[in-house]
């Protein structure tokens, strides 16, 4: 193991204004400024990524009522994520610290090792409201850092000792160690489960996610999860056009979730947004190049997939959820695509 050490400054970093001070000149390019550097670390058993510790003075994020999500309150022990998900929504926070959208999402993994002492203080506070905390609203709680790191049960344990609710939502399997501490946590605040598997199909996920687990570990995790006596939801999510949206392929992937025995399951589509948009159309062009034009214009308005392709692809994915029983509301709190505005041109009428 070899650790390549730093100046250690203990001021903390506040990730919702991600927040960057004093100059470090042995740090790497992009790294030298940030408040609470404390080393950084590389090892063999993790070729290829390199994990910066930081100590953050705040790690409870209030999310801004403008962005409509479905939850106020967030914690992302890391930043960065070695699942290196092609469309990952939050690679563009990457840029926030001077570091790429691209393979520094993927390697250059930043994590507050402090998390769960901090997150205890705060939660410690007379004026804190015990309101649901979202965890993997941002980057994966159970990447392949949280094995090294083990911040996960110490966070757990604060929010269930405080009476705080809590959900997660993962691809990450390493989530089945800690089943024991979320059926404690869930006999005393309510726990939200939920795992995301959006491509059935191995060849295909290997190349959209490399760094995920297979879908088959996906789905003996939502077993594990019901076995344990609660209740996960599925996120279906993102769908991808002109690669996972067939009724083929949605209606397979439902049946096996609900044959794992998955409560409940939500589907929508890709998102792209600047900064995730460029790096997934450079992979569509190694891969996919033919649809590259196709993309181009389905997404020329914005972020989100147009009107008129979420109301397709909800009409298609409705029956199919109802006939795997999968339709019933779920508790979980999650990060979904938000309405857009425009629908495609009438010149366009085959798109999807």
């Not at 190349?207 to 088959?216: I, S």
């Not at 077993?223 to 002109?242: F, K, N, S």
């Amino acid at each position: 193991m070899t650790f390549v050490s730093y100046r250690c400054s203990l001021v903390g970093v506040r990730w919702e204004g991600q927040e960057i001070t004093e100059e470090d000149a042995a740090a790497l390019p992009g790294l030298g400024r940030m408040a609470g550097l404390l080393r950084t670390v590389r090892t063999p058993d993790f070729a290829g990524i390199v994990f910066h510790e930081v100590a953050a003075r705040s790690v409870l994020n209030r999310v801004p009522p403008a962005s409509r999500m479905p939850f106020r309150w967030t914690v992302n022990p890391f930043r960065g994520c070695s699942h290196a998900c092609v469309y990952c929504y939050a690679r563009a926070t990457h840029r926030y610290l001077d570091l790429d959208s691209g393979r520094d999402f993927d390697s250059q993994i930043i994590v507050k090792v402090n998390a769960p002492d901090v997150l205890r203080r705060e939660l410690a506070r007379p004026s804190w409201g015990r309101e649901l905390v979202a965890l993997g609203t941002n980057t994966d709680p159970y990447q392949r850092a949280e094995g090294r790191y083990r911040l996960m049960p110490g966070i757990i344990a604060a929010l269930a000792d405080s009476g705080t609710p809590l959900s997660v939502l993962t691809k990450g399997t390493l989530l089945r160690r800690d089943l024991p501490l979320l059926q404690d946590a869930a006999a005393h605040v309510p726990v939200s489960l939920g795992v995301s598997l959006a491509v059935l199909d191995e060849g295909l996920q290997q190349l959209v996610e490399p760094g995920t687990p297979t879908p088959r570990a996906r789905l003996d995790l939502v077993r594990a999860i019901r076995e344990a006596g609660l209740d996960c939801h599925v996120m279906v999510a993102p769908v991808l056009p002109w690669l996972t949206d067939s009724r083929e392929h949605l209606d397979a992937l439902l049946g096996e979730v609900a044959r794992a025995g998955a409560t409940s399951a939500t589907v929508f589509a890709a998102h792209l947004r600047p900064g995730v948009r460029e790096w997934y159309l450079q992979w569509l062009a190694e891969h996919r190049p033919e649809l590259v034009a196709q993309y181009r214009r389905l997404y020329g308005r914005g972020s989100y997939a147009p009107t008129a392709y979420r109301t397709w692809l909800a009409e298609r994915v409705g029956p199919l959820l109802r006939a795997h029983g999968l339709d019933r509301p779920s508790s979980l709190r999650t990060v979904e695509a938000a309405p857009a505005a425009g629908v495609l041109p009438p010149a366009q009428p085959a798109l999807f």
